[in-house]
């Protein structure tokens, strides 16, 4: 049984890991808001009609950043629908997902969540049918203390304080034809840096993301970023990524290389990045927002017509196997192993949708197998990334060609000098031997191996048995003369902390 291994020196770091790296996304679609995160009537539903149990779910996960009102959504909203009695805000359609809008949740609402799960605002502004008046519009009555009409009227719809968000992004997708409101990329970097100019003059100290690539797979990938940023490079702070991934075709092997996409993906953005930053002779750095990433098994979604002017219809609530957990955590090591220019991700999204969280209407919640990478990974992977250079066995895969069986990344405490180690064994049928060097670490213990896996690959939490797949104990971890040992099994997730 072949060994991998590699070394841990915290004298070689990738960077700091900025905490909106564990952002989330909380858009108009499907349940992801109504019967998920917001339901007047739920036996657990507070005062503002938030469930207190998806509450209690989001704070155990750790998320940070919560992006909102959109994702396609966004290129439709009207702001000015989400604001005042709830009671009297109109109902829309929403053409992005062929739903009605009841606007019943709206900005303050979506404030006041934020804020009862300890996250930061990052609001997207649209752009597509609309522009940079409305985006001022949506600023000045968010941000600002008062004594003007827009930011009256916020106190006149009992929010006197302003709603401090920091985090703005100028559209979404519109590099994609499905967008309403679609751009070429000339047409939208020349809007996103007017929007951007028009933000900056009433506050400066905004931090604003322009639309990247929707995907690598984009024709206009890379042409894209570079027309967009020669037109807003000194504007804005980030670029947008997406990327979802899924299963295809019963490509076992490739779809848990997945990883290998995404960090690609990365790379090829910070190079297009930097190369505009050379041409323009700035020493600014771009730094991502790869604001939404997940597993999303899209062939089944756009196989069936989406429903017929339905209010909050089931769309996207995809049950997430074991299978599926482990390549999830296999993004988030991609993500943190980038930390030194990812300073944003958002899982895409939130509650039901797409979501580590599920809910059912006047019922319970449960955790989706995909919660427990995500909540371990937010829990322990603050610190300082270290530089982990694997020596691996590797396999073939028929989309990615040779791929190591490992996938690792190492985060450490500074304060308190612990180390996580977060690892992935692709291997669907053979555990895998692991030995780590541990070079200039106080580590004097193992204090715990976490390992998410099962011996069936299908196996997955449900309503009827949510507690189907959560994390168990590792055996025969050790930590003796300076090395880590470990055997981590057969197409698993593991987190090891060391003391």
Known sequence: MNTARFTLDPAFTVGEVDPRLFGSFVEHLGRCVYTGVFEPGHPSADEQGLRTDVLELVRELGV?????????????????????????????????????????????????????????????????????????????????????????????HGDKEPYGIRLWCLGNEMDGPWQTGHKTAAEYGRLAAETARAMRQLDDSLELVACGSSSQAMDTFAAWEATVLAETYDLVDHISLHAYYEEEDGDRDS???????????IENVVATCDHIGARLKSPKRIKLSFDEWNVWYQRRFHARPLPDWEEAPRLLEDNYTVTDAVVFGSLLIALLRHAD???VACLAQLVNVIAPIMTEPGGPAWRQTTFHPFAQASRHGRGQVLDVRVQSPTYTTAKYGEVPLLHATAVRDEATGALTVFAVNRDRHGALPLEVALHGLALERVAEHSVLADADPEARNTLADPERVVPHQGEGTELAGGVLRATLEPMSWNMIRLV
């Not at 779809?255 to 993906?265: G, H, I, K, N, R």
């Open 255 to 265: 779809f848990l290389a997945s990883a290998v996409d995404m960090e690609s993906f």
């Open 341 to 343: 220019r990812v300073a």
């Open 64 to 156: 940070t950043a919560i992006r909102y009102p959109g994702g396609n959504f966004v290129s439709g909203y009207r702001w000015e629908d989400s604001v005042g009695p709830a009671e009297q805000r109109p109902r829309r359609l929403d053409a992005a997902w062929r739903s009605v809008e009841s606007n019943r949740f709206g900005l303050a609402e979506y404030i006041d969540f934020v804020r009862k799960v300890g996250g930061e605002p990052m609001m997207a502004v649209n752009l597509g049918t609309r522009g940079v008046a409305e985006a001022r519009e949506l600023l000045e009555y968010a941000n600002h203390p008062g004594g003007t009409a827009l930011s009256d009227l916020r106190a006149a």
